[in-house]
Nanobody
């Protein structure tokens, strides 16, 4: 069983930055993939960043590439999403998600078994 707790959302102006955190609890010691998804009202959900516990290059959606950075601190059992150069279209509820196994080809929310409660990000123009 795995529990995820997000924090760090908020309201910023366009061009600003936020860092989201996702603390993980439980059996997270096996190989796993952590991801950040977002959901905006009236829009389809989107997986924006993925990172594998064993290392390797994280994967980013084209919409955030070059602006967002996903990272993990294994000592703190926490995954971060650093969001820079924020745009109004980044406004959404952000969720961290967890699955056992790798990230490759696992970009759909259906592939993830455990989810946090979500944290709201609002970017004003």
């Amino acid at each position: 069983q795995v529990q995820l707790v997000e924090s760090g959302g908020g309201a910023v102006q366009a061009g600003g930055s936020l860092r989201l955190s996702c603390a993980t609890f439980g059996d997270t010691y096996s190989a796993n993939c952590m991801a950040w998804f977002r959901q905006a009202p009236g829009k389809e959900g989107e997986g924006v960043a993925f990172i594998y516990s064993g290392g390797g290059t994280p994967y980013y959606a084209d919409s955030v590439k070059g602006r967002f950075t996903i990272s993990q601190d294994n000592a703190k059992n926490t995954v971060y999403l650093q969001m820079n150069s924020l745009k109004p279209e980044d406004t959404a509820m952000y969720y961290c998600a967890f699955r056992y196994g790798g990230c490759v080809g696992r970009l759909s929310r259906n592939e993830y078994n455990y989810w946090g409660q979500g944290t709201q990000v609002t970017v004003s123009s």
